[in-house]
């Protein structure tokens, strides 16, 4: 008898734990995904400190959400190399939320793709970074260069609608710097253009054109912005999104995003994940040793080198002022450069335009949970 009742308990947990529904995270797999890896690598800390934790079911691959003793969601974990690739799998329907760039999430709904952005993650961590043989060492320096010059310099950056790019311009604008770039409309007087900028696809290959010296300079994220620096002999001149007039500072980097329909069909387990995500920027931003390991153990990179850009990236799932600006101002700079399709050139305030984007509902009774445990 106690062997049958023992076989009936057991079955009755394998069949409660197969109607757990199940959930696929894309991520690029970089250090910007950071807080999903402490949750991964730490939880102990997390049932301790939250109450809210991941049991690894497959490293890296599979994962079950707890709160408390209830398991509530099964986690599937896809790592892509790179921000495009998180984004078709979301498309797809491979993927039910993905965690990459902003600026990859902002360019599909120009495209008209049904994806938005429903929480924060990581801020910007964009840099000017230029090749050994420019003499510059600060932004006033790297002008006077470049306006010395008798050919034009030749500046790379990745993706068309690139938010490190946009910046970029406007600073030039700002120092009156005439520039001539690849994005169509935006060309304003390519023969006496100072300045080239160039638009690659990926980040080895904009890392391998500046360490080869066919770019003066490049628009770099970290912690390739480090690694370009620490390896390769290039110089970091500063961020982008504060240069002059600093319309972008600390504007998104990397975000969680869904497609609208798996907003509308999974909207409470995508919510139990990104309560599960503002708890672990908590613990990110609080637990940096901790973190930097997670890091390093995940990626299999340095702590000599992941240290440097891991001091200065801020994880946050709140949509404070800078996130919600952040995307307006892109948006604005676009619109400013005929960069905008017509369908979406008409919102004349930052509230009308967001609601394209960035969808709110899931994020704000998921930050009211994480803020209860957080302060327990």
Not at 242 to 262: H, K, M, Q, W, Y
Not at 265 to 272: A, F, H, K, L, Q
Not at 361 to 370: F, W
Request: net charge neutral; aromatic share 8%; hydrophobic share 45%.
């Amino acid at each position: 008898m106690r062997t049958s009742a023992a076989i009936a308990a057991l079955l009755l947990l394998v069949t409660a734990a197969w109607c757990v529904p199940s959930l696929t995270i894309a991520y690029h797999h970089d250090d910007h995904a950071a807080p999903l890896f402490d949750a991964c690598s730490y939880p102990r800390d997390f049932r301790a400190r939250y109450g809210l934790y991941l049991k690894q079911v497959s490293e890296r691959a599979s994962y079950s959400l707890f709160d408390g003793r209830q398991n509530t969601l099964s986690l599937r974990l896809a790592y892509c190399d790179t921000d495009s690739a998180v984004l078709a799998a979301l498309l797809s329907g491979g993927a039910q939320v993905g965690i990459l760039s902003s600026g990859e999430v902002l360019a599909a709904v120009l495209r008209g793709q049904s994806v938005r952005i429903v929480a924060p993650l990581q801020g910007t961590g964009d840099l000017l970074v230029v090749n050994p043989s420019v003499p510059a060492a600060d932004w006033k320096e790297f002008v006077a260069w470049v306006r010395a010059r008798p050919q034009a310099t030749t500046i790379g950056y990745i993706g068309p609608y690139s938010m490190a790019a946009l910046e970029f311009m406007q600073a030039l604008e700002y120092e009156n710097v005439r520039y001539v770039t690849a994005i169509p409309g935006l060309n304003s007087n390519p023969e006496s253009a100072k300045v080239r900028l160039v638009r690659t696809d990926d980040r080895a290959t904009l890392a391998a054109e500046l360490s080869s010296g066919r770019f003066d300079a490049a628009l770099l994220e970290e912690p390739i912005a480090t690694w370009m620096s620490v390896l390769r002999g290039c110089r970091e001149i500063g961020r982008t999104d504060i240069l002059p007039p600093g319309r972008f500072e600390d504007r998104p980097g990397t975000v969680i995003a869904a497609t609208d329909s798996a907003i509308r069909s999974r909207n409470g387990d995508i919510g139990r994940f990104l309560e599960l995500m503002a708890v672990a920027t908590h613990y990110a931003n609080n637990r940096t040793r901790n973190t930097l390991a997670a890091v390093c153990n995940w990626l299999g990179t340095s702590p000599g080198l992941e240290s440097i850009p891991l001091a200065g990236m801020g994880f946050s799932s709140r949509p404070d002022v800078a996130f919600t600006t952040g995307i307006w101002n892109w948006y604005f700079a676009l619109r400013l450069r005929n960069a905008v399709p017509q369908s979406l050139a008409g919102f004349m305030e930052e509230k009308d335009w967001l609601g394209v984007p960035y969808d709110s509902l899931l994020l704000m009774p998921a930050l009211e949970r994480a803020g209860a445990r957080i302060i327990k």
